[in-house]
């Protein structure tokens, strides 16, 4: 029933964000709140669970990925920064404001795990930097552009500029923080 109640969870934060209530949920799941609150003492703890798999999803994605030797090490780093469980990857971006105002806590968490969880792109980067697949950069600075371009997604005012998926905008901010914007050369000759 937990796994239940939390899968229906997720379907409602697509839906509505993290402005569901417990009678939100209930009726969703066609059972009391009396059900629900036998399994999780309030709305926070539900919301918990539910950040707290997020953040154990992407940790096992990042080393996933940081372990398949057929990519390269930007392909590794591209593939890390990006990588949202597949349930957040559609997520409309107002998600991330809703999740801050209502369940300041659980965003909290959320923040402090992409701002302090460094240390598998900062050995790959160190890696690609020693192997030159990667520019000699200085590391607290790519991290800062990463971090200033969440920071922008978590504004209420830039959503509305964005009309993408979070997946989606994730990965045009990591094309632009590892590729760049000048084309190509060869695709101008």
Not at 43 to 59: A, P, T
């Amino acid at each position: 029933m937990r796994e239940r109640i939390l899968n229906e969870t997720m379907r409602l934060i697509q839906r509505q964000g993290f402005t569901f209530t417990v009678s939100d949920l209930a009726r969703e799941l066609a059972i009391s709140k009396r059900t629900i609150y036998e399994h999780f003492s309030s709305k926070e703890e539900i919301v918990e669970h539910i950040i707290d798999g997020m953040i154990r999803h992407i940790q096992e994605q990042e080393r996933d990925i940081a372990a398949d030797e057929e990519l390269t090490i930007p392909e590794k780093l591209r593939q890390i920064l990006i990588c949202l469980p597949q349930e957040m990857e559609k997520m409309d971006l107002g998600m991330l404001p809703d999740l801050k105002r209502s369940h300041y806590p659980q965003w909290e968490k959320l923040d402090t795990f992409f701002r302090e969880e460094w240390g598998i792109v900062s050995e790959l980067m160190e890696q690609g930097m020693a192997e030159g697949s990667l520019k000699r950069i200085h590391l607290p600075v790519f991290i800062d552009l990463y971090l200033g371009s969440l920071h922008q997604i978590y504004d209420s005012r830039a959503t509305v500029k964005h009309q993408l998926p979070l997946g989606e905008l994730l990965e045009s901010i990591m094309d632009i923080l590892l590729f760049g914007i000048a084309a190509d050369k060869r695709e101008g000759s």
